[in-house]
């Protein structure tokens, strides 16, 4: 089982692994309940319980803010019947987003280290959800508890590149987690010229796709925040299929954005 992770704050102030031109330190936040309505994409505001006692995930972070945007406005009426997991859920801003905005029909799962879990259900309690999101813990790279549906559908992830040394593990739970129909959700910011690792780890092992159909993508790439697709590599066949065209057409496998960002 492995420990707790740092949050980005902490990784970013950590003098030994500043390799980059940083943001500057955020004050910590007090404990207290956050309402939103994602830029009124809720009709009902989603409370979010935050509290960073137990750690990072115990406050929102901007990637979950522009994931869960991203699937309210986007997604709200394609997840009927899916399987969905969320992985580094923190709070579960994301899934909660999805479970109160979308139209699911499965219960989704949220999930993170056993730190987050109580926080993770105080959350579904507060927003009534509990009948649609279920709390689990699930250590990346730790074998995927039998509960979770193995090959999921949909796979949400915000945030979940800044320590370098769970980067190798959240790639093993992905190379666990996506089937052949699976579709991860990926949404990070980057921080530092390490992140990029992370990314071409992703490359090597997966078909990753920038999203290119959220309007708000020049917005937040100011922001170094990006969003991907992430499935299993294509399996070689001898012609590709008219809908592979389809869901390539609108995804390009590098953000402009990203590549002018590098050093
Ligand atoms: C920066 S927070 C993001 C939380 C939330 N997704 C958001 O966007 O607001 C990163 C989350 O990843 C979780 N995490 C870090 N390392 C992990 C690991 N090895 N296994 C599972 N979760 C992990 C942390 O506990 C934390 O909740």
């Known amino acids: 089982m492995t420990s707790r992770s740092p949050s980005p704050d902490t990784v970013l102030n950590a003098p030994l692994l500043v390799t980059d031109s940083l943001a500057p330190p955020r004050d910590i936040k007090a404990a207290g309940t956050t309402s939103t309505t994602f830029d009124g994409l809720l009709n009902e505001p989603l409370l979010l319980k935050e509290d960073l006692k137990n750690g990072c995930g115990g406050q929102l ?83 995927i508890p039998g509960h979770i549906p193995s090959k999921p559908d949909v796979i949400l992830a915000a945030d979940c590149v800044y320590f370098e040394p769970a980067f190798p593990l959240l790639i093993t739970t992905l190379q666990d987690l996506l089937g052949p129909d699976s579709v991860c959700y990926f949404c990070y910011k980057r921080r530092r010229r390490a992140d990029l690792r992370f990314m071409k780890m992703a490359k090597k092992a997966f078909d990753v796709q920038e999203v290119r159909d959220d309007p708000n993508a020049a917005e937040y790439s100011r922001e170094s925040l990006y969003m991907y697709t992430i499935r299993m590599k294509p399996t070689k066949q001898p012609a590709t299929t008219t809908t592979d065209h389809i869901s390539t057409a609108k995804e390009s496998t590098i953000s402009l954005a990203e590549v002018k960002s590098r050093d």
Not at 78 to 90: C, H, M, N, R
Not at 95 to 113: F, K, M, N, S, W
Not at 120 to 143: F, Q, R, T, Y
């Open 61 to 143: 972070w901007p990637a979950g803010m522009v994931l869960s945007k991203y699937m309210l406005s986007t997604h709200a009426k394609d997840l009927a019947g899916k399987s969905i997991v969320e992985l580094g859920a923190g709070g579960g801003l994301v899934g909660l987003a999805v479970a109160r905005g979308c139209e699911i029909g499965l219960p989704l799962h949220i999930t993170d280290q056993i730190p987050m879990f109580d926080l993770m259900k105080d959350n579904i309690a507060l927003n009534h959800l509990d009948s649609a999101v279920v709390a689990s813990v699930l250590d990346w790279g730790e074998p």
